[in-house]
Structure formats: structure tokens, C-alpha cells
């Protein structure tokens, strides 16, 4: 982290992809009720060979460090060839999994060659609730036998929670509980369309008021609020200057970041499915270019995202308009919601702070 860290500051400036992720393969041994996977996607898409061929470009083009995912992205038979030539190539790999695929034989690879992160997901802090979100029985069990292994041979944790009406209120357990590990924990209430746009899984989102209470009672969170009050007239960043600017994609998209699919296909970022290039059929310095004219859209005037006194609190992004809406600059009335009382709450912390 300290090595991409330092790059990132010291030439960050340059649109190049140091960070990269990869969806291995679309397959998953689970069928959880939220994936924003399309149905259908069992069939392997990318050879053994197009993978390699696909990390050479992206070493060459200035990536260092890379997460592998899926689907599952431990599900691929050859997942230890790929990923021992990816540390190989030099790279700083994370690998975000469900877990249930970790093994003592696993472990040893991860320490062998040594792994930058391990992301799990934690679908729910009971049996009943994890299984109704992975349809998927037994697996509650693989995650604690994977944690196990984990915890034994000390390997680089992060938690990852999902916060959706099937599971919200165990979502302040699994908080804590990977805070009791000693692990990095992350947790979002982010629940988006399928990549065919199928708006199902809409259908389990929480209300803006639960996913705020969080925001209001969970002490790390509360702390970083606070930390924002006190700091609200910070010198102005890049994604402030392109919201002055009125880019219709204010946030980092395409710049220090590339996603490349199941398919081979790049985009500029993870949840940016509906504009993408073909690798396989391409090249990397015409999907690069692509992708730098989609980052360098101006929005219209009335883009009220770029002109909203709470744009700074929310999760709102172009791309989620584009799949919810099917229209890059209508808002998410979700984001909007929770964006606007999260405002309520800082005016209020600095009101407290006699702060102006």
C-alpha cells in the first residue's frame, strides 16, 4: 500500500492506470439475491493465455497493483497459475472473494508469494440471514473456516459488509465483529442493477434513514463526520475542480484506474458497464484513449448533482443515473436522500463547534 500510496502522490497527475481490477471469470458458486450479475454468465469467457496476455498489457501501461474478482474469482482451475504470474509480472495483488473457496493449500500460496489483501464479504452474522442471501447452504460454515485459516496463518484482512433489507439489522454486528478481529472493515448500502439492467435487485435496498443511522451511530463513521465538519473549507481536489468544471463524470474514472470484464472488455470503472471497449479485438492505447474521451464529457447546466450543497456527503455517481434511470444526469433519489442528511447532521456538528 505504502509503494502505490507514494506513486499515487507522486505522479498521480498522469492519467495512468496504476490500479487495475479484473473479473476473472462471471462464475459463482452462490446465487446471492443482490449480485449485479447478469443471469446466465456460467460459460468461461478469457483463456488461460488471454489473461496473461491482458496483465502484460496492463504492467506495460503502468499498473502496479491489481484486485482479482468475479463472479468467484477462486472458482477458475487455473487461479494459481494466474495469480502466481501476476506477482511474477511485480504486481500488488488483493483478491475479493466470498471466501469459501480458502484452503490451507491456498494459504500457503498466499504466503509463498505474498497476497496485498484478502477481501471477504460477510453476507449476514447469523446462519439463517447469510444462507437466505447466498442461497447457498453450508456456506455460513466455509466463511468461519475460511476466517480460521486466515486468522492461523495471519494473512492481510479486510471486511466487506452489504447492508440490504435481508440483512440490516445484523449489519452492526458483522461491523463489530470484524473490528474484534483486528481486520479493516468497509460497508455499503450500494445495491445497483444487473449489467443487463435488470432493476430487481433495487427491490432490496434499505431506506435512506437506515442507512444514515450509521452514519450517526456507528463511532468510526460518527468520527470521520465530525472530522469533515471540522475540515469543510479544505483547500479544493481534483474531483472539486471537476465539479467547478462541470464534467458530467467529476470523480476519477479512467484515471489512475482501469476495470477489465469476463469478457476482455475495459471500462472505467467497475460499475461502468454501458460504455466499454473490446481488448480482445483492440488495443490498449485506443480502449485508454476511449475511455479518456468518456471522462472528458462536460454535463449540461441544469446537471444539478454539479450544483447541490450536499453533492459532497453523498454517494451519487453519473453511472449509477445511467443504470437506474438510464439517464446519465438524473439523480438517484436514494443517494439524494442520505447526501441531504448527512448536510443536516454536519450543519448541526458545526453549529455545536461554533464553527461558521
Not at 55 to 61: G, I
Amino acid at each position: 500500500q505504502a509503494i502505490s500510496q507514494f506513486i499515487l502522490e507522486k505522479y498521480g497527475d498522469e492519467r495512468i492506470p496504476f490500479t487495475a481490477g479484473f473479473e476473472l471469470t462471471a462464475n459463482c458458486n452462490y446465487r446471492c439475491i443482490h449480485c449485479y450479475a447478469s443471469p446466465n454468465r456460467e460459460k468461461e469467457k478469457l483463456s488461460n493465455y488471454q489473461i496473461k496476455r491482458i496483465l502484460d498489457t496492463l504492467v506495460e501501461h503502468g499498473t502496479i497493483e491489481i484486485f482479482f474478482t468475479g463472479g468467484e474469482c477462486l472458482t477458475r482451475r487455473d487461479f494459481k497459475d494466474i495469480y502466481i504470474y501476476a506477482k511474477k509480472k511485480g504486481l500488488l495483488v488483493t483478491i475479493l472473494t466470498n471466501a469459501s473457496l480458502i484452503t490451507e493449500e491456498m494459504a500457503h500460496l498466499f504466503l509463498e508469494y505474498p497476497v496485498e489483501e484478502i477481501s471477504l464479504t460477510m453476507y449476514g452474522y447469523t446462519k439463517e440471514t447469510y444462507e437466505a442471501i447466498t442461497r447457498s447452504e453450508g456456506s455460513f460454515e466455509k466463511f468461519h473456516q475460511a476466517l480460521d485459516i486466515i486468522k492461523k496463518y495471519q494473512l492481510p484482512c479486510q471486511f466487506k459488509v452489504i447492508g440490504m433489507k435481508q440483512n440490516i439489522h445484523e449489519c452492526y454486528e458483522m461491523i463489530q465483529y470484524g473490528h474484534s478481529l483486528g481486520f479493516p472493515v468497509t460497508y455499503s448500502f450500494d445495491i445497483r442493477p444487473m449489467v443487463n439492467l435488470d432493476s430487481s435487485p433495487l427491490e432490496l435496498r434499505v431506506t435512506p434513514e437506515e442507512a444514515f443511522w450509521f452514519d450517526q451511530n456507528d463511532p468510526e463513521r460518527y468520527a470521520f463526520w465530525k472530522e469533515v465538519a471540522k475540515n469543510i473549507h479544505r483547500p479544493k481536489d481534483e474531483i472539486d475542480q471537476r465539479i467547478e468544471d462541470n464534467y458530467l463524470y467529476p470523480c476519477m474514472m479512467g484515471k489512475n484506474f482501469v476495470f477489465i470484464n469476463c469478457e476482455g472488455k475495459m471500462q472505467g470503472c467497475v460499475k461502468h458497464s454501458l460504455e466499454q471497449y473490446d481488448l480482445l479485438y483492440g488495443n490498449f492505447e485506443e480502449g485508454w484513449a476511449y475511455l479518456g474521451e468518456i471522462r472528458d464529457r462536460k454535463a449540461s447546466p441544469q446537471f444539478v448533482c454539479n450544483h447541490c450543497d450536499a453533492s459532497d456527503y453523498c454517494e451519487q455517481c453519473t453511472v449509477n443515473h445511467q443504470l437506474e434511470h438510464g439517464e446519465a444526469e438524473k439523480p438517484v433519489d436514494f443517494y439524494c436522500h442520505v447526501g441531504h442528511l448527512r448536510k443536516e447532521m454536519i450543519d448541526q456538528m458545526r453549529m455545536e463547534m461554533n464553527l461558521e
